[in-house]
């Protein structure tokens, strides 16, 4: 049965007993405190109100002195309370799920701010965030404005969230160790100067990278060149596995990546954090898109948590070039191929598979084989990314779009290629397809502008969306000018 009142909260003004003292020594260990917010820990809260029907859930971490929110849903502005009296101070107290059906009649519960203040939280419930050595670093919240009721299942249903954060944090040390362990192998091979510069600016690049989101929430502005994106989960009761990224690697180049990994839900998300992880700490080292792809192959393979699952990816490089556009050098690891659009001189779009020979499956065989090839991206062409659930995706015959279809849908498009424009005709040439059978779609298009090109300067779009809610369309588009 899940606990019906909570414990009394520990005042952090006291001096703090071996127990506590080693589970903060513990959440010290973690590193997550204070970082950015990250869209899997997002998922988390957002997916808890969503099964609980509650306006408010949160993911935290009990600190010496205050409650730390991961992740809020219902709750936003508001990034720490202080501890004591705390509702998770005192859940984290206990192996078992807290419940407070009316906090009013709790006799530590009423004095809280959430619940004395002008939010009058009435219902609370949560489920401490548990190591695999015994450690509760947090919680897992859910808070309603009128008292309430949970069963024992919704308890089950509670903890289950809770572990799925837990496995989240491993994979942050899971994924730190096995970059560093890559990084120190690369300088033992190079001069005792060169090898400590490397490591100072590594671990700086690491720690930075490991706090980014699962998928960027917006794109970074590059110089010289537009970028858009897209991405669509197939449903909402599932976290799908595709990814994306854009991010510099140093001498005015950047790095891009866009990939799937087999399979669905909680699992699926925790390798696709991984994957992006390794592959942005990886071409900080060595930005050579074919040695990023080794660095994964061998982090998945590595990882016990992993198990049999595997991944395609795409990686390239930009590098500007002085007179205009960029020589681009894209790796593949199973992946579909990319496609560069450039106009004729006829007006139309010349429309060209970027196919590099040979690109095994990430992640499923130790001795894979990675293949690259270099193209050069001009004022007024384009490169289209995609996952396979756009070329997968059925027309109203029932036949799969497929590399013709796409191929002779690109070739309509306007001259000259501006990627947000390529982007919002694919969208609009997937909202025409039937849902069934619809798997999750990343969309990734890169384009340089023309010299004459209005407005001046570089847009970034984005575009994200989720099944219907409540009859309506959960979707979000941000332009940076």
């Given at each position: ?325 960029f020589t681009v050098t894209l790796a593949t690891g199973g992946h579909p191929p990319a496609y560069h659009l450039s106009p004729t ?137």
């Amino acid at each position: 049965m899940p606990e019906q009142a909570s414990p009394p909260a520990i005042a952090p003004s006291k001096p703090l007993d071996a127990v506590e003292a080693a589970r903060l020594a513990a959440v010290r260990r973690y590193d997550i405190l204070d970082t950015p917010p990250d869209g899997a820990y997002d998922r988390v809260a957002a997916l808890a109100a969503r099964l609980f029907e509650v306006p408010v859930a949160t993911v935290t971490i009990v600190d010496e002195d205050r409650i730390w929110f991961k992740a809020t849903h219902g709750l936003e502005g508001v990034t720490e309370i202080g501890r004591d009296p705390g509702l998770c101070a005192s859940a984290v107290l206990t192996d078992d799920t807290t419940v407070i059906p009316d906090t009013l009649l709790d006799p530590v519960a009423c004095s809280n701010p959430l619940v004395a203040g002008p939010m009058g939280v009435r219902f609370y419930a949560a489920a401490p965030i548990i190591t695999a050595d015994g450690y509760r670093l947090g919680t897992v919240n859910i808070l309603d404005t009128r008292p309430r009721e949970i069963n024992e299942a919704d308890s089950a249903t509670l903890a289950d969230l809770a572990a799925v954060v837990r496995d989240q944090l491993e994979l942050r040390l899971s994924a730190l160790h096995v970059v560093r362990a890559e990084q120190e192998k690369r300088q033992a091979e190079e001069e005792a100067r060169q090898r400590a510069e490397r490591d100072k600016a590594a671990i700086a690049a690491f720690a930075s990278t490991l706090q980014r989101t699962l998928v960027p929430p917006v794109l970074p502005a590059v110089p010289g060149l537009e970028l858009a994106c897209h991405y669509k989960t197939a449903s909402p009761q599932e976290v799908g596995g595709d990814f994306y990224d854009v991010f510099p690697v140093g001498a005015g180049r950047w790095a891009f990546f866009l990939g799937d990994v087999c399979g669905k839900g909680a699992e699926a998300a925790s390798v696709t954090s991984l994957t992006r992880y390794t592959l942005r700490a990886a071409a900080l080292v060595d930005a050579e898109p074919t040695a990023a792809l080794k660095a994964l192959n061998a982090a998945l393979l590595l990882d016990a948590a992993v198990g049999t699952r595997f991944c395609t990816a795409i990686f390239g490089l930009l590098d500007p070039v002085r007179d205009g556009g960029f020589t681009v050098t894209l790796a593949t690891g199973g992946h579909p191929p990319a496609y560069h659009l450039s106009p004729t001189d006829d007006g139309g779009m010349r429309v060209e598979a970027v196919r590099a020979k040979g690109g095994m499956l990430v992640g499923a065989f130790a001795e894979a084989a990675f293949a690259s090839r270099t193209l050069h991206l001009a004022p007024g062409q384009g490169l289209l990314l995609y996952t396979d659930g756009l070329t997968e995706a059925r027309t109203a015959e029932g036949d799969m779009l497929a590399d013709t279809g796409l191929t002779d849908f690109l070739a309509q498009r306007q001259v000259p290629v501006r990627a947000g424009c390529l982007i919002d005709d694919t969208v609009a040439l997937l909202d025409t397809l039937p849902d069934t059978e619809r798997d999750d779609v990343a969309l990734l298009a890169l384009s340089v502008p023309t010299p004459d090109a209005a407005p001046a300067g570089i847009t970034t779009t984005a575009h994200s969306a989720a099944a219907p809610t409540a009859g309506a369309s959960v979707g979000q588009e941000n332009r940076r000018p």
